[in-house]
């Protein structure tokens, strides 16, 4: 039973994860990349009380607990196990996206006083979504994973 609720949890916070990223891509990124120099600005005061990163920064670690414990609770069900490492290292390695290419533009974005050069706000803003479109594809291929592992189990 402590399988099956893991299994579940994995799949809900990989989920959260994967329609948070899309939700910053198809609805947040847009609405600050357009017309840069006013848009930022007013995005900046609209994010005073609370970012996207307020959920990411515990749904992130909650859920790479989760597949860890589901990792080793089914690391003796061999169909199962190698698709949740990949799940776990695919979420490792988004999160490391995050913190070694996010953290920096977001500074630059939301943190740092406002630049005029607004070709270079232009560019940071343009990488951020790309790197934002790499995130969204290792979420992608992780949920798929830990299905696949849950249509292992389920066999």
Not at 73 to 93: E, G, Q
Not at 115 to 136: F, H, M, P
Request: aromatic letters at 14%; hydrophobic letters at 50%.
């Amino acid at each position: 039973m402590i399988r099956e609720i893991l299994l579940t949890i994995d799949v809900i916070g990989l989920g959260m994860l994967l329609g948070g990223g899309i939700y910053e891509s198809v609805v947040i990124n847009p609405n600050y990349r357009s017309n840069i120099s006013h848009s930022l600005n007013h995005f900046r005061q609209f994010i005073k009380v609370t970012t996207p990163a307020n959920i990411f920064r515990i749904l992130s670690p909650a859920t790479m607990i989760s597949l860890f414990l589901t990792v080793f609770i089914c690391w003796n069900l061999i169909s199962v196990r190698w698709f949740l490492v990949a799940a776990f290292v695919l979420l490792l390695v988004a999160d490391s996206v995050t913190y070694g290419f996010h953290y920096p533009r977001n500074k630059i974005l939301f943190i740092n006083p406002l630049s005029s050069d607004i070709d270079l706000s232009n560019r940071i803003a343009r990488e951020w979504q790309i790197g934002n479109y790499v995130r969204i594809i290792l979420m992608l291929i992780a949920i798929f994973s830990v299905m696949f592992g849950v249509f292992q189990y389920n066999k």
